[in-house]
Structures are given as structure tokens and as C-alpha cells.
Nanobody, 112 residues
């Protein structure tokens, strides 16, 4: 089973990006899936999670700006990030919650 995150990049403050996490083995439909990020010099933090039933939860710092979603047919989880701020800069990872599996990271850089 593998997770592959993509979609990072450089964007100006106020802009948007959509991250994708493609999974093998059909784990997206069976697992709670999450997105984490790690800013330079900081610990990795949970940004958003979506349960197998579709319930979502967000870190306070991204509520109202980020949306996590899933496409079970495509075995893919998304993170739509709007109104990006410089403090959103970091390496973003997707995670299969139960297994603890993490993807390699994708860099998001928000310039002021």
C-alpha cells in the first residue's frame, strides 16, 4: 500500500492550491484519511481529517479556508486550500489514520 501526495507549489497569499493524495490498495474508502503539515522548525500537525463515513474535522487555524474530500472510486483524497496565508507554508503529508501510513511530502510555499 502506498500514498502519493502531489499538488504543492508556490502561491501568493490569498491564493489557492489543491493537494491530492492517490492511494493504492483501496484504502481510501476503508480508512479515515488525514492531511498533516510540518512548518520549518515546528512539529508535524494535523490539518484535516475525513472519516470513512465522510465526517470531517479541521485544525482551528484552517477552518473555513481548507476543505478535505475524498473520491473513493479514484482512491484519492483532496485538500482544497483557499485564502492561503504565509503561515500555511510547510510540507504537507497525507495519512491513512488506522495504519499510520504517511505519504512523502509535498511542499507548499505561500509568499506574502
Amino acid at each position: 500500500v502506498q500514498l502519493q501526495a502531489s499538488g504543492g507549489g508556490l502561491v501568493q497569499a490569498g491564493g489557492s492550491l489543491r493537494l491530492s493524495c492517490a492511494a493504492s490498495g483501496g484504502i481510501v474508502s476503508r480508512n479515515a484519511m488525514g492531511w498533516y503539515r510540518q512548518a520549518p522548525g515546528k512539529q508535524r500537525e494535523l490539518v484535516a481529517v475525513i472519516t470513512s463515513g465522510g465526517n470531517t474535522n479541521y485544525a482551528d487555524s484552517v477552518k473555513g479556508r481548507f476543505t478535505i474530500s475524498r473520491d473513493n472510486a479514484k482512491n484519492t483524497v483532496y485538500l482544497q486550500m483557499n485564502s492561503l496565508k504565509p503561515e500555511d507554508t510547510g510540507v504537507y503529508y497525507c495519512n491513512a489514520v488506522v495504519s499510520g501510513l504517511f505519504s512523502k511530502g509535498t511542499q507548499v510555499t505561500v509568499s506574502s
